[in-house]
């Protein structure tokens, strides 16, 4: 059974950062895409960051340059290091691969 946790979020001023993590079992995770999806209050949910299994990265141009989705295949556990946060940002945030297993996902609220 495939399960994801999301972890990491919390309350951060504008301009500050967090890091998110993915914890994943009951799949082969290195052999998986890892997507980052966020749903804000009042939206849709959208993509946000994807690593490949190769380790090729993507991002939605809102987060680009500020967002960085990296992978530890050792340890079956995905992040998202978000920087400059805007309040925008706020929103549950998670973590995915494919399939129908979706986490909890995690709050991230970006606010003064």
């Known amino acids: 059974q495939v399960q994801l946790v999301e972890s990491g979020g919390g309350l951060v001023q504008p301009g500050g950062s967090l890091r998110l993590s993915c914890a994943a079992s009951g799949i082969s995770f290195s052999t998986k895409n890892l997507y980052w999806y966020r749903q804000g209050p009042g939206k849709q949910r959208e993509w946000v960051a994807l690593?490949?299994?190769?380790?090729?990265?993507n991002y939605a141009d809102s987060v680009k340059g500020r967002f960085t989705i990296s992978r530890d295949n050792a340890k079956n556990v995905g992040y998202l290091q978000m920087n400059s946060l805007k309040p925008d940002d706020t929103a549950v945030y998670y973590c995915?691969?494919?399939?129908?297993?979706w986490g909890q996902g995690t709050q991230v609220t970006v606010s003064s």
């Open positions: 995915h691969t494919g399939g129908a297993s």
């Open positions: 690593i490949s299994s190769g380790g090729t990265t």
